[in-house]
Antibody, heavy 119, light 110 residues
Framework: QVQLVESGGGVVQPGRSLRLSCAAS????????MHWVRQAPGKGLEWVAV????????YYADSVKGRFTISRDNSKNTLYLQMNSLRVEDTAMYYC????????????WGQGTLVTVSS | QSALTQPASVSGSPGQSITISCTGT?????????VSWYQQHPGKAPKLMIY???NRPSGVSNRFSGSKSGNTASLTISGLQAEDEADYYC??????????FGSGTEVPVL
């Protein structure tokens, strides 16, 4: 069965960095695009970034462009999100999600990892 | 990248049908058949309910259906059940290559 397990969240001061990981299993990881989606406490879902199956194509939300970097290691079945210059408004639960197919939505989600940016 | 517009709340009684709208622009909802819908219960990860406007993933009840007209997509829940009480979000691929979610709709089952 498909499993996505995020890790790396925690409490960090504004301006600092954090790297999230998402370990995938139960499907051929290298065949699918992968996404990060976040949800601030009590708020709605916000799409963050996508990476193509081969890792060559990446897109970002304007709110994180230039600060966050999405990457993947298909040999390790792992997705990453490097978050630099963190802001208070980046505080959220961060989910990794698998693409159902090209552009076809997100059919499997992890349980999320909480990032809190606070001084 | 403005969020798609959804009503804040749509309520119904058990057995009734409700429809949630999701309004975007010609650069997202209106331009592509890549609208998806998600159900989220409190404290849980979202669950894919509809993809490509009107397709149900395996295992999703046929009480859930999707449609689109112009820049507005809709999710209809027929035969409303207590377990359908949740938040619902639409999402669309956009002409910029990014994705956008809707503002979310709370569905209380009265």
């Amino acid at each position: 069965q498909v499993q996505l397990v995020e890790s790396g969240g925690g409490v960090v001061q504004p301006g600092r960095s954090l790297r999230l990981s998402c370990a995938a299993s139960g499907f051929t990881f290298s065949n699918f695009g992968m996404h990060w989606v976040r949800q601030a406490p009590g708020k709605g879902l916000e799409w963050v970034a996508v990476i193509s199956n081969g890792g060559t194509i990446k897109y970002y939300a304007d709110s994180v462009k230039g600060r966050f970097t999405i990457s993947r290691d298909n040999s390790k079945n792992t997705l990453y999100l490097q978050m630099n210059s963190l802001r208070v408004e980046d505080t959220a639960m961060y989910y990794c999600a698998k693409e159902h197919g090209d552009y076809e939505g997100f059919d499997y989600w992890g349980q999320g990892t909480l990032v809190t940016v606070s001084s | 990248q403005s969020a798609l517009t959804q009503p804040a709340s749509v309520s119904g009684s058990p057995g009734q049908s409700i429809t949630i709208s999701c309004t975007g622009t010609s650069s997202d909802v209106g331009g592509y058949n890549y609208v998806s819908w998600y159900q989220q219960h409190p404290g849980k990860a979202p669950k894919l309910m509809i993809y490509n406007v009107n397709n149900r993933p395996s295992g999703v009840s046929n009480r859930f259906s999707g449609s689109k007209s112009g820049n507005t997509a809709s999710l209809t829940i027929s035969g409303l059940q207590a377990e359908d009480e949740a938040d619902y979000y639409c999402s669309s691929y956009t002409s910029s290559g990014v994705y956008v979610f809707g503002s979310g709709t709370e569905v209380p089952v009265l």
